[in-house]
DNA sequence: GGGTTCTTATTTGTGTACAAATAAACGACG
DNA sequence: CGTCGTTTATTTGTACACAAATAAGAACCC
């Protein structure tokens, strides 16, 4: 059973009972919730009560207070004693840090370690690639984030330093919202149409073995996209504001 | 009160007791305990009691879970149903990558949001300066180890972006052990030599708002500490074989 | 009506008892 | 004497009850 179908499985206490170790529970319980914060089902602000999640999880609150206490370290939660555990908001400020340092990431992960490309990675991307289509021709929020997240599960496994990979993934965990949460609906179309050309390109460049170009692919991508949804808001804001 | 002076505190139940809040009381207990692990008052492979921890903590399981929880995610620490908490190992082999990831963070440490010079930095730096002279005309291994620790807090000071600062923390404590651990008694004064050389270059840099220099600087002596470490570790390896 | 204080409901934090898992010690058996 | 199985001690994991903190609402006063 994959990752994916893990965090997209609707009874999750069954998955809990069925695990083996106390390690294997939590890692389900923290990878539905930080799935379920990025998707949105949990929006920013919204109070998760350890009491709820806990029965839902046919689980008591201890071993569920693990799961959320390292989704606090990761900055996706906020617990306060008396108040509750909100989801935390998007700060394009704070992100903006954030971004700066995922561009300068992303360009070492095709120079550090670089994976040799085989078979697997080759049908990884195709098949990345043939969602990017279909994704294409059927624009969609949620699919969108689902291929977000994916692709960038698979941009990951160009390079072999585990660190790296570790730190990507935490950092992209904590941007990965801004989409979701600020792309406008009349933008959407577009946007899909510029990522499933990122998609395209990088895994061609993939295909020919040059990891260092898909990754500054990826970076200018990164880069662009950020500015598009800086400058997307600013406008927002001044509409707003008038 | 002083970071260090927290973690250097013989009495930690007292401080427990004066924190406000419980984030203050986590705060410190991780503190504490990453400290002692890095500093090897804890050495790699020591287990962890809980109970004995909470009865010197003066408090009970449930809240010095958090910090072990967090040290564990820090790859510090490793708990497991039956057997204990332990220190992780050094693994020279992990290591490695992640060294290879410290130093490129280390020179964009230097080039992301660079903070302008100011007058607590240069005081900052000054301070260090000394200690530096100080422990050059008196090698010594723990105090070679604290200044270490305070080196990398206040290089760390030379950006601006939050992300990377925390990253670049978080590697650091992942690494710091090595010397301790692996630095044979006779290279000690080499070694100390070395870094003292390394921190009065790096304040003269700093000194002269060349943040750039002095990232470059701190990823070359990074660099070739690593090897040495490397090569004489393997010399050892060598010898003991023989 | 506005503001202030008190009450109360709700939520996370903490303490404690017990369950589950592991490993070492012990003993029976071949 | 060694090996396998069992027992037992120790340790973390889990459940649950209660404490502490917060915020919203009620009651009261001005």
């Known amino acids: 059973m994959t990752n994916q179908d893990v965090t997209a499985s609707s009874d999750v206490a069954d998955l809990l009972s069925q695990a083996a170790s106390a390690q ?50 990761d900055g996706l939660l906020l617990s ?17 840090q954030v971004y700066e340092l995922r561009l300068e990431l992303n360009e070492l992960t095709g120079k550090l370690c670089p994976r040799p490309l085989d078979r697997e990675l080759a049908v990884l991307f195709n098949g990345l690639k043939l969602r990017a289509e279909r994704l294409s021709a059927a624009p969609d929020r949620t699919v969108f984030a689902r291929l977000n997240i994916d692709f960038f599960h698979a941009f990951q496994q160009l390079t072999l330093n585990v660190p790296l ?54 970076r200018a991508h990164l880069s662009m996209g950020f500015n598009r949804l800086k400058t997307a808001t600013q406008h927002g804001a001044d509409a707003k504001a008038v």
Chains 1, 2 share one sequence.
């Not at 319980?29 to 602000?45: E, F, K, Q």
């Not at 998760?48 to 206490?69: C, D, N």
């Not at 935390?88 to 400020?93: A, I």
Request: one cysteine or more; glycine letters at 4%; charged letters at 25%.
């Open 24 to 73: 294997e529970r939590f890692q389900i319980m923290y990878s539905v919730l930080r799935d379920r914060i990025c998707m949105l089902v949990y929006p920013p602000g919204t109070q998760l009560s350890e009491e709820t999640l806990a029965s839902e999880f046919g689980i008591s609150r201890s071993p569920l207070r693990k799961a959320l206490q390292i989704l606090e370290a």
């Open 165 to 218: 990979q570790d730190v990507s993934e935490k950092l992209f965990y904590k941007t990965c919202r801004i989409w979701l949460t600020l792309i406008p609906e009349e933008d959407l179309q577009k946007e899909v149409a510029i990522f499933c050309g990122e998609i395209l390109e990088i895994a061609n460049a993939v295909r020919l073995g040059d990891f260092q170009a898909a990754a500054l692919i990826r």
């Open 80 to 96: 306060q004693q008396g108040v509750g555990t909100l989801v935390t908001e998007v700060d394009l400020q704070e992100l903006t």
